[in-house]
């Protein structure tokens, strides 16, 4: 009797991880609404702003943008870079560092359960990231589409 509540418990224990892939946890989904409601509102101060990046105010964030901006390359530095360079162009693929090689976890949430579970590590890593690929912290406008097309990704 023993043996087949662990054999159940065990077989539950493995089965979870599997069932689990593919789907964005309800902290992920809360952090990443969060982060685009203050984006929504910090896009329409940008286009207030006379250095804003162009009038995006009235445009609503979408997927397609979202996958432009993940996949453009950008020159500088003599290099080519890209948001995909490292993530690989499918963001639920594991990526690898374009300088150190090193193995990046998947980009989108729906495969990697650590991805935007912090607003304050995802803001910091849009900072990082916008600093290596356009030597300028992203917009809002930008950072809400790509994270509206990796919410997108399943």
Request: net charge positive; with cysteine.
């Amino acid at each position: 009797m023993k043996k087949s509540h662990l054999l159940l418990a065990l077989a539950g224990a493995i089965a979870f991880p599997v069932c689990a892939q593919g789907t964005v946890s309800a902290q992920q989904i809360e952090v990443m609404d969060k982060l685009l409601a203050v984006y929504v509102a910090a896009a329409k101060i940008e286009v207030k702003d006379e250095k804003g990046r162009g009038n995006v105010s009235d445009k609503p964030f979408t997927v397609e943008e979202g996958r432009r901006f993940y996949l453009v390359r950008r020159t500088w530095q003599s290099g080519d870079y890209t948001c995909s360079g490292c993530h690989t162009e499918d963001p639920k693929k594991e990526g690898k560092h374009i300088k150190t090689k090193l193995p990046l976890k998947p980009l989108a949430p729906s495969a990697n359960p650590e991805r935007f579970i912090n607003a304050n590590k995802v803001e910091a890593n849009f900072t990082a990231h916008c600093m290596d690929l356009h030597e300028r912290d992203c917009t809002a406008f930008e950072k809400g589409n790509l994270i509206t097309y990796l919410k997108s990704v399943k």
